[in-house]
Nanobody
Framework: VQLQASGGGLVQAGGSLRLSCAAS????????MGWFRQIPGKEREFVAA????????YYTDSVKGRFTISRDNAKNTVTLQMNSLKPEDTAVYYC???????????????????WGRGTLVTVSS
């Protein structure tokens, strides 16, 4: 599957952005989808993930209550709505697809099989 992320940009602290990830192929609903982010010089960090059906979501603690992940299996898209953005949210954001559905593995980037190109989110103070 090929993934294409979009929606990054520059926003002031407290603002919102909506990231989208479009997937090719007819097997989108068989993948757990995740968002990760990376600051240059640092390791890639788990942000959020969503189960195949969309019924279960997972978040890293620092974004809980501010970010919402969702998916539309009919449109092969996954979205990350980011509200109340903080300067520390500044990073390149990546969407990824995983065949594993194990809750213990989906927070680990090595569990993901496919990655899209990143989209840069910059939050100014």
């Amino acid at each position: 599957v090929q993934l294409q992320a979009s929606g990054g940009g520059l926003v002031q602290a407290g603002g919102s952005l909506r990231l989208s990830c479009a997937a090719s192929g007819r097997t989108f609903s068989t993948y757990v989808m995740g968002w990760f982010r990376q600051i240059p010089g640092k390791e890639r960090e788990f942000v959020a993930a969503i189960s195949r059906s969309g019924g279960t979501t997972y978040y890293t603690d620092s974004v809980k209550g501010r970010f919402t992940i969702s998916r539309d299996n009919a449109k092969n898209t996954v979205t990350l709505q980011m509200n109340s953005l903080k300067p520390e949210d500044t990073a390149v954001y990546y969407c990824a697809a995983a065949t594993t559905g194990s809750p213990s593995l989906i927070r680990i980037d090595r569990s993901y099989d496919y990655w899209g190109r990143g989209t840069l989110v910059t939050v100014s103070s």
